[in-house]
């Protein structure tokens, strides 16, 4: 198994969370699918299993035209052939999901479609830079049911500046009369560089406290197991049979091949990634010269990975792999650095896995530096 991820880096404006890489030079988006298809075409080899995945992400990919996505399918069919079986995500805007877009996206190969409502405040929404509105959220997941897409994943944010637990149960109890097969929910995050970022370094807004964010958490957690969903990975909440396929194979080491400006790959021993430039990206593939760098991967950055992956999931680490693949060496390092956590309630060991407890999904972060090895 393995997939390809797409990075579609066109937006109408920047939100001012945002640290992906985006760019507002939409005029460039005729001549960077047919860079996407070329990429597609030169790399066709790097990938040694049959693709299961295929992920167009962003940015925002709705902002694509019908002939641009149907370019852009054509080629992975023609060089990798579409998984049939297989699970085909594309991200999505809810204010570009017009009746016409979703009729566009029932007759493409698309069968999940990932959207980014964030809240259903509008007043969060305005405070965002969002171009959608909560009804105008729920009215693009209406059209998605009608055009015949039935995996729907809804993205939501929590820990805005002042907001309460109050609301934010408001906002899951909004996303759950929906029923979409599947939840991400983040904190809000300041990345260094965004607009966001700045104005908490002004003293313009006040990040909520840890308290309140935990309570959030819980609140989430305990909610959406109520509804039935899974909780499969620290963000990631799905009805069953409906885990992010794509996704999951980030956090269990499965090949992936990834195309477009800022993408990166990955082939069980190195990785790769494009220049995070769209005008550069553009013209590296027009002139048989893309710009890419790159690194190998040494025994102990790939157990580091493993680490810092797979504890994020249900499921955890299976320790016989560990000794199967990494040796005794680390196989040991592993066990006698997890002591403190086990010992404080934070991991468990059970049935030949290690995995966070729900304690330790708080203190994620220190569990797991724990456990890598420095040198």
């Known amino acids: 198994m393995s997939g390809i991820y797409i990075h579609i880096p066109f937006c109408k404006s920047r939100c001012i969370y945002c640290g992906f890489y985006s760019s507002t030079l939409s005029a460039l988006a005729g001549r960077y699918a047919g860079c996407v298809c070329r990429e597609l075409a030169v790399r066709k080899d790097y990938l040694a299993d049959a693709v299961q995945t295929v992920y167009l992400g962003g940015g925002t990919p709705s902002q694509l035209s019908a002939a641009q996505l149907d370019k852009i399918f ?20 809810p204010d570009d999901i017009t009746p016409e877009y979703a009729a566009l996206l029932g007759r493409l190969p698309v069968n999940r479609v990932s959207m980014g409502v964030q809240t259903f405040s509008d007043e969060r929404l305005r405070f965002l830079h969002r171009r959608h509105t909560a009804n105008g959220a729920r009215e693009a997941f209406r059209r998605l049911r009608a055009a015949g897409i039935g995996n729907v994943s809804l993205d939501l944010m929590f820990g805005f500046p002042g907001e309460t637990v109050d609301e934010w149960v408001s906002d899951i109890e909004a996303a759950l009369e929906l029923e979409p097969e599947h939840l991400s929910a983040y904190s809000l995050m300041y990345d260094d560089g965004t607009v966001l970022s700045r104005m908490l370094e002004k003293g313009e807004i006040r990040a909520v406290d840890d308290d309140t964010s935990n309570r959030m958490y819980d609140v989430l957690m305990d909610k959406l197991s109520a509804a039935g969903y899974e909780h499969y990975e620290i963000s990631n909440f799905a009805k ?39 005008r550069r990206y553009i013209d590296g593939i027009e002139n048989g010269r893309p710009e890419t760098d790159g690194e190998k991967l040494d025994t102990r950055t790939r157990y580091n990975d493993m680490v810092t992956t797979s504890l994020r999931t249900k499921n955890g680490i299976e320790l016989e792999q560990v000794r199967n693949v990494f040796g005794e060496k680390y196989y040991d390092y592993l066990l006698s650095s997890a002591h403190i956590s086990i010992s404080a309630g934070h991991l468990t060991v059970h049935d030949g896995r290690m995995a966070l407890t729900r304690s330790g999904l708080y203190v994620s972060d220190d569990v797991m530096s724990d456990l890598i090895m420095l040198e």
């Open 240 to 278: 069953p049979g409906f885990r992010a396929r794509h996704n999951s194979s980030y956090w269990h080491a499965v090949p992936y091949l990834g195309i477009g400006a800022a993408a990166h790959s990955y082939n069980g021993t190195s990785r790769q990634w494009n220049v995070a430039d769209v």
């Open 74 to 93: 054509t080629a992975i069919d023609d060089g990798y052939g579409l998984p049939r079986d297989g699970e085909i995500t594309m991200e999505c805007n």
